[in-house]
């Protein structure tokens, strides 16, 4: 099963103590929710997976990894979205030059290293922080 669905399952159980509790409070269907945990989230809409996850407060995800975006990563994402060429020119010349900065700087730094991104993984070799900072570059990179 995949991690999503797993991460999915454990905080229904966790939060809810049942799938059909969390069906009645969620106004989701019983047999929706039984497909999309037994068969993976993948086939379920993304409409249905965005409600469960943010009734569960489980935050969007992207890649195998799980990198989390937060709220202020989306509310930065929905500001983007708007811009035009010289906008978003502008944003990622500033962009650069402070994760440049960031990346610099030693671990004394009272500013937190992933502000606006929080991460977790499948396995413990990823939660380093020399590793996160590669997928981070490799997101900055291919964007």
Not at 29 to 55: F, M, Q, R, W
């Amino acid at each position: 099963m995949d991690s999503i669905t797993e991460l999915i399952k454990n905080e229904i159980k966790r939060q809810y103590k049942s799938v059909r509790k969390f069906s009645e409070v969620s106004g989701i269907p019983y047999s929706t929710l039984s497909n999309a945990l037994s068969k993976g989230v993948g086939g379920t809409s993304y409409d249905t997976v965005v409600k469960i996850c943010k009734l569960l407060d489980i935050k969007q995800t992207i890649d195998s990894d799980i990198i989390l975006f937060n709220s202020q990563f989306h509310d930065i994402y929905s500001k983007l979205s708007v811009l035009d060429e010289q906008g978003l020119h502008t944003v990622n010349t500033v962009l650069t030059m402070e994760v440049e900065r960031c990346m610099k700087r030693d671990d004394t730094s009272t500013v937190k290293p992933f502000n606006g991104i929080g991460f977790a993984s499948k396995s413990d070799n990823s939660i380093d922080s020399e590793h996160i900072k590669s997928l981070i570059r490799e997101v900055l990179e291919d964007g």
